[in-house]
């Protein structure tokens, strides 16, 4: 399954090389250690490029692929179980994610290819992560989903559905205790 073209640099003169040899706009700019959706921009253009990074010269951001989606799948994998959450954007922002107000829903692990969850937890343990979230899109031109990050630390007490991550969580744990 593929994965958003993603690009870094440290210095911002070098990420913009980058992002011109690499990507098209739009594209997706973010803090590399960024959360809840601060600092992420949806840049349609070279002068909003320069004036985001020159408004924020201390983030070091990543820039990637953007897919025209209506939402991203989390896919909470934690030891062999995992629990999806579709998430999506309020209004005409692009990000997907409740910390910027988007919606949540609960959705089965059977809606999803067999293949799309064998890989989140495929990705989870190459990075040694017994707890992760696994970001997936839905590019609706293409008609196909891709991987777009891997968060190790994914809300467990807060944001969508609290309770059936931590359910999910203490289950876990008990198992290892036994």
Known sequence: MPSAKTVYASQPTILKEVISSELTFPFVLKDSYGAHGHDNYLVKSQEELEEILAHSPAVKFIAQSFFPNKCDYRILCVGDKELVIRRSAVGDSHLNNTSQGGKAELVPSAFFPAQAMQEAHTIADFLKMSIAGVD???????????FLEVNSQPQLKSGAFPEEKQKLVSDFLRTLLH
């Open 136 to 146: 997936l899109l839905y590019n609706e031109e293409t008609k196909q989903y891709a």
